[in-house]
């Protein structure tokens, strides 16, 4: 995962909706719609940074993704929250609000 900062207009909500629909993705038929569909929404950079694995929507949006991450906490899903935790300091090792929560 990349380690320098970059912070697309999407939401970290709408980036991992995306980032889901191309781990679903079966062809390059699916990959074309996803982009069509999805592309512009994300921005095609961080559509690309998904689909080729550099950035993750953690890594993108380390303070939204952290805040989801409470949520789950909350609503009693501390797995998931751990998960997207440990994800964000994969991309920001020092990450305030991801560090001691993973």
């Given amino acids: 995962m990349a380690k320098q900062s970059y912070s697309p207009l999407a939401s ?3 980036l991992k909706r995306v980032e889901g629909l191309i781990a679903q993705a079966q062809t390059v038929d699916d990959i074309r719609k996803i982009t069509d569909k999805d592309g512009p929404k994300v921005g095609y ?3 690309c940074y998904m689909l080729t ?3 993750s929507a953690e890594s993108m949006k380390p ?3 952290c805040v989801a991450a409470a949520r789950l906490e909350q609503e009693g899903k501390a797995d998931e929250a751990k998960t997207i935790y440990k994800k964000v300091l994969e991309a920001h090792p020092d990450h305030p609000l991801a560090k001691g929560k993973a």
């Fill in 63 to 65: 303070d939204e993704a």
């Fill in 45 to 47: 950079k961080a559509f």
């Fill in 53 to 55: 694995g550099k950035m």
């Fill in 12 to 14: 970290y909500a709408e």
